[in-house]
């Protein structure tokens, strides 16, 4: 296949991705937070623990702003940090049970549209999709 065809078509499915992501989170967030905030506690909640760096890296959001949204959550009792117990100037990042339960109500919503847009696909397409799902995640987005 050509590779630059190839190229293409990823950035139109990526693209699309975008695009699902947003249908399928609107308004799924609490109004407490903001939409940063969300994507903060999304990112954590699917990686956790993860350190500030690596918050920032994935957000493409700087370090002090970083710091400054992770204060506010901690605020909000939605994380907690804990320090490295080899390097303690190390930090990493989980969610507390407030945020656990906040982002399970978040979840629950999203999962509710995801289902909605899986609701006419056969047995085959779901297979179909378990296996494109799989192979994207351990050829592309490893």
Known sequence: ?????????MVTFTTSVHQ?????????K???ITPVQYKILEYITVSQPVTPSEISDCHHISMPNTSRELKKLSEKNLIEKISDSED???QYIRLSKEGEMMMKEAFAIV???FQSRLQHASKDD?????RA?????????Y
């Open 1 to 9: 296949m050509d590779k630059k065809a190839l190229f293409e078509k």
């Open 20 to 28: 699902v992501t947003h249908e399928l989170t609107q308004n799924a």
């Open 30 to 32: 609490s109004d407490s």
């Open 88 to 90: 303690r100037r190390k």
């Open 111 to 113: 999962e509710s549209r």
């Open 126 to 130: 779901l297979a179909e999709i378990d």
């Open 133 to 141: 799902l799989d192979i994207l995640q351990t050829k592309l987005f």
